[in-house]
């Protein structure tokens, strides 16, 4: 089991071998590349840099630390940098490696290694369910598999786990793709919807980063797509699988534990890579069934005095908030808002307009400017009384169990992020459950 560690412990120290190495942030996954570069060796130095303060104890005395906020003028005096996804470089990329220094991830380190064994998923939504169904299929077929990535698991934590038969199922973000010259074996591009604006300035580059996850794939190579992220001509080598929403295999909505056209879609996906994979139909159809929903994103939180709760705080963009709102019956409240990432409103407005829901409750800076935006192209929303402005979360929660009706349902699905008001969109979801009972 510690042969493909082995190698890539043995390949990364050949890449460091009398380099200045530089970890670009430190929190999970940047502790997990200190230990593979520790492990490693032969690095003339480390230095670990980031935004805020590290405790000379967390670390060992060979080690160097750059924190504060000019931390990233560490890369000027370092050979080679892994840059954790969450940091965003301030430099020009070309301009930081023209040099011949490598920037470069545990990710894309990752993937040089074991790409040949990884099946890898991406997309605005549904990753982390598409991602997890897979792995459920897989393990429920008595598969050697191993779960890693933007779920949750940095992954050099679980190179040790691998096998040469195993099955690496990975959830690869924008951020983790970004600078990626890797692509995996088999490669999923769920879809894409405009996000994380805040961060490539234009949804040309945000696009691009996607596009890595099969940019690099060859001929022998899998891609499977949604029809609208089909790739252009030239721009893929591998072969290419489209996959519709109505393509799922012979099973009743009622018989599965997700529900909504967007959750069918991430099954008819989950299946088709099954499927290629020798899994019979019968394994998956049961693995379908047994299979347990992540938290936070659809989520039923119970029924308290009369009113059904569900948590859909993963919502970050409006198609998603329409798509749960197509999905639960009988919606009378839903609590918008979040930080203001510049995202374009106006279909979840038009979607508001014509629906059935009795109370929007819009909240915090995406609410203010929805709210805005409503009173030039949806007045009679305002004037009506369906839709109100509050704070924050919790003055939201306490307006919705004031004029939700017995029976009815109230859905929180933000189609906002988290940021600089929850730490992360699970934070978010706690809260409201808290808010809730």
Known sequence: MELLHTELIRELSEKIAGKNVLLLGFGREGRASLEAVRAAGNAASITIADKREIAPSEVSDDVKLKCGEDYQKAIGESDFVIKSPGVVLEGDY????????????EAELF??????????????????????????????????????????????????????????????????LEYNHFSPHRAVYLNLYPEHLDHYGTFEKYKA???????NQDEGDFLYCGEEVYPEPGTCRSGITEIYYDDLIHISENDVPLKGRHNLFDMTVA???????????????????????????????????????YDDSISTIPETCIEALNTVKNVETVLIGGMDRGIDY????????????????????????IFGEMKKSAPELIDSGRAVLVDHLSDAVEYGKKVTDDGGALVLS???????????????GDAFKKLIQ
């Open 209 to 215: 980063a996607k596009e890595n996850i099969y940019r």
């Open 111 to 176: 993937l040089e290694a074991y790409g040949h064994h990884t099946i890898g998923i991406t997309g605005t939504k549904g990753k982390s369910t598409t991602t997890t169904l897979i792995y459920h299929i897989l393990k429920e077929a008595g598969k050697k598999t191993v779960l890693l990535g933007n779920i949750g698991i940095p992954p050099f934590e679980r190179v040790t786990e691998i096998e040469p038969d195993s099955f690496i199922v990975f959830e690869m973000s924008c951020h983790q």
């Open 271 to 309: 299946a088709t890579v099954a499927e290629d994979l020798g899994i019979s139909t019968e394994t998956i159809k049961a693995a379908l069934r047994s299979y347990k929903p992540l938290p936070h994103r659809l989520e039923y939180c119970g029924t308290f005095n009369g009113i059904r709760y």
């Open 94 to 105: 070309n301009e930081l490696t023209k040099n011949g220094r490598i920037i470069t991830s």
């Open 414 to 428: 933000p189609a906002a992020a988290s940021y600089g008001i929850f730490k992360n969109f699970e934070e978010r």
């Open 346 to 369: 106006s279909k979840l407005i038009d979607y508001l307009k014509g629906s059935y829901v009795e109370h929007i409750v819009l909240m915090e800076a995406t609410g203010k400017r």
